[in-house]
């Protein structure tokens, strides 16, 4: 595993003895390491242990600059052929981030902050795993950041006990005792409280040294010369010292009695308290953030509300004046400090997530419509959990259709998506993909491949997309995995497979169609056919009475279903009739034209209640429909009736069935309505030969 750590600059930091020391375990357990930084005092120790560094200007907001860098870090990334890009920053998560999309690395991030709710934070987010150092942040990024619970890994920071494990120097003829602060001298730090608490404990215990240990970041210095200013008000001048950026920071921790951390905002983590603990020095803190994971009060240091100078001298000199107390704090946070913050306990957690990462693939099938259609996916879908059988896979499919995977084993959910109301539109289609993308899907697999769904898989920021590249028009160009130069005159699974190919999964001719009804489906099929005397019958046929109310000119002429229903009738064979609620009109035509008076069961089912229904026939008699593909899912024997269709294109996958259809010179012409208004293509199959073709399935009388 190569991996590739990305932060602004390696200076003195947490973040940045964190990614040293990290680099170095790399290394040392044999993962190939590099780091990304506009550089710093700290790239000499990568460059000590022959650790790769890279100096970019990913420290730089410029969008220009940032542009750059995505593509310079590209480069990096394909010369170093790296599996995992961690950032630990917002701006070089943003370079991370596009720069991983056209490459085979993947993105993860770790929150090092508390975020400030704003777009350009939202990046941290966007790793398919997100690592925080606290429950805290990890609640912050679930409660306002929408990412997932499921995506948060809680890894708390660490110290390198090699480092930072320094035999304590005695101190007790010492005339005076040592009180420190560690960290950027930034208001967040509390550094003005700090100040003013030292003012209220120097008054009763006068023989200490303050040391302030880190600097002002650059072009905030102002900020240091008012803390300055703030010691000669106080009258501390001859305790404090500014001691600025220090390599040698276990070491002034060995000499230190007391550390405090002042912080007055929520801290990620607080990894100087963690340190001062490793080398024995007990620590007041402020009750902020990570900082109440780190510390239990009284067991293993002092807590202290923020920006209470009194609450905060008092906590001090407490633990100044009473050393069984500093004792027994040392000692209890040295034993939770080797359960749980060693860079070893560390290391082995985050590269855990980065092989938990790279078995992850999160895969989004598109299926509108039809419900005919969304069931013919199903092969797919098996297809795919067969490929990929770690994957987490969604399927987004129309309202309508949403039923058809009810139950499907091969998914772990169904996004609806609602093309005629909220989703509808261009502001729609904008508002579901930013729902999408907390999905954080690798892959996109388009089966509708129109303008609507190519334009959706491109807003998911997905590494891959596939489907037809099939023109201007149909925005095909938005995919980056395109199939070129398809063969139309596929039957339709087979045309799928030329888009799962791309994902080495090959078609075979053994393939099939699935449905999943319930025991409860299967009870109310049963009350139906009770309900007309077939609930013991052993020979029933079915027939769908017509197609959608869109394509009339797919239907057989109800003459001649009742035709067939009285061939079959004068066999003893049972026939039932199925529909939809807008062919009632047909059905009460049905029930005039036929003496043998048919079972009808128009409107009485849902779609499952129907596979239920149709799963009772010995064969299932239908028009070029989604009835059809249902019988293909149930393993039921079906005879399809094709008029203005292609039968090539649309015969569902099955073992049994029969295909009637008239050649016809206007034939497929794949009109609603019929141009020629004679609907020979359908009328021209005759009772008759259906009939013939039934007896293949049932057993009748010579």
């Keep these: ?211 302030i240990i880190g600097d002002a970041p650059e072009g905030k210095e102002n900020y240091r010369q008012d803390l300055e200013t703030l010691v000669q008000r106080l009258g501390l001048q001859e305790y404090v010292e500014f001691l600025g950026n220090r390599r040698d920071v276990p070491e002034l921790l060995a000499n230190t009695d007391v550390l405090v951390m002042a912080s007055i905002e929520p801290e990620s983590f607080g990894r100087v308290i963690v340190e001062a603990q490793a080398v024995g020095v007990p620590v007041v803190a402020t009750e902020v953030g990570g900082v109440m994971e780190i510390i239990e009060h009284e067991k293993t240091g002092l807590l202290v509300m923020p920006q209470d100078p009194d609450a905060m001298a008092q906590a001090v000199l407490r633990v100044l004046s009473d050393r069984k107390l500093a004792s027994h704090l040392v000692a209890a946070a040295r034993k939770k400090l080797e359960q749980k913050y060693t860079l070893d306990h560390m290391a082995g957690q985050t590269l855990k997530v980065y092989h938990e990462l790279l078995e992850m693939t999160h895969i989004l099938v598109i299926k509108l419509s039809s419900i005919g259609d969304v069931i013919l996916v199903t092969a797919s879908l098996k297809a795919l959990r067969d490929r990929f059988p770690l994957a987490k896979i969604y399927c987004l499919v129309g309202e309508d259709a949403r039923q058809v995977l009810r139950r499907c084993p091969y998914l772990e959910g169904v996004i609806p998506w609602d093309t005629k109301g909220r989703d509808g539109g261009f502001w729609g289609i904008v508002r579901l993909a930013q729902k999408l993308r907390d999905y954080k899907f690798d892959k996109v697999v388009d089966f509708q491949n129109n303008a609507r769904s190519h334009f959706l898989g491109y807003l998911l920021f997905a590494r891959d997309t596939y489907g037809y590249n099939n023109g201007f028009k149909k925005l095909g160009f938005f995919l980056n995995r395109p199939v070129k130069d398809p063969n139309p005159r596929l039957p339709p699974v087979e045309h799928q497979f030329q888009v799962l190919r791309m994902l080495d999964i090959p078609y075979r001719k053994d393939v099939n169609l699935n449905l999943w009804p319930s025991s409860r489906d299967h009870a109310h099929a049963q009350v139906l056919l009770d309900s007309e005397w077939m609930g013991s019958t052993a020979q029933i046929v079915g027939i769908n009475i ?30 039932l009739v199925t529909g939809i609620e807008k062919d009632r009109e047909a059905a009460n035509r049905l029930l005039k034209l036929a003496k043998s008076k048919p079972a009808v069961f128009i409107g009485k089912t849902d779609l499952m209640e129907l596979a239920s229904l149709i799963k009772r026939c010995n064969v299932y008699i239908s028009p070029d429909s989604a009835p059809m593909h249902i019988a293909a899912a149930m393993r039921v024997p079906f005879i399809a009736l094709f008029g203005p269709t292609d039968s090539a294109r649309h015969v569902p996958p099955a073992k049994d069935y029969v295909v009637m259809e008239k050649s016809m010179a206007c034939k497929p012409c794949y009109s609603p309505a019929c141009k020629i208004l004679t609907h020979a293509c359908m009328k021209e199959i005759t009772p008759e030969e259906v009939f013939k073709q039934v007896k293949r399935f049932v057993t009748v009388s010579v």
């Design 1 to 211: 595993m190569r991996i590739l750590q990305i932060l602004p600059e390696l200076n003195v930091g947490g973040v940045e003895t964190g990614t040293v020391d990290f680099a170095k375990y790399l290394k040392k357990h044999g993962y190939e390491s590099v780091v990304v930084s506009n550089g710093g005092p700290m790239v000499a120790e990568l460059d000590k242990e022959g650790i790769r560094h890279y100096a970019l200007p990913v420290h730089r907001k410029n969008p220009w600059v940032a542009f750059r860098c995505v593509m310079a870090l590209r480069k990096i990334i394909r010369q170093e052929k790296i599996d995992i890009v961690h950032a630990r920053s917002r701006v070089p998560a943003w370079v991370s981030y596009f720069a991983c999309r056209s490459t085979t690395a993947q993105f993860i991030t770790t929150c090092h902050g508390y975020y400030s709710n704003k777009f350009p934070s939202r990046v941290m987010g966007w790793g398919k795993l997100v690592i925080v150092p606290s429950e805290v942040i990890g609640r912050h990024m679930i409660e306002d950041f929408r990412v997932s619970m499921d995506s948060i890994r809680c890894i708390p920071r660490s110290v390198d006990l090699s480092r930072f494990t320094v035999r304590k120097p005695d101190t007790s003829d010492r005339p005076y005792s040592v009180i420190s602060i560690v960290g950027r001298i930034t208001p967040l730090k509390g550094h003005i409280y700090f100040l003013k608490a030292m003012a209220r404990v120097v008054r009763q215990r006068p023989y200490v040294k303050i040391w």
């Design 546 to 575: 017509a197609a959608s109310g869109k394509w009339e000119t797919k239907n057989w002429p109800v003459e001649h279903i009742a035709a067939l229903c009285d061939m079959l009738g004068r066999e003893n064979v049972r026939v």
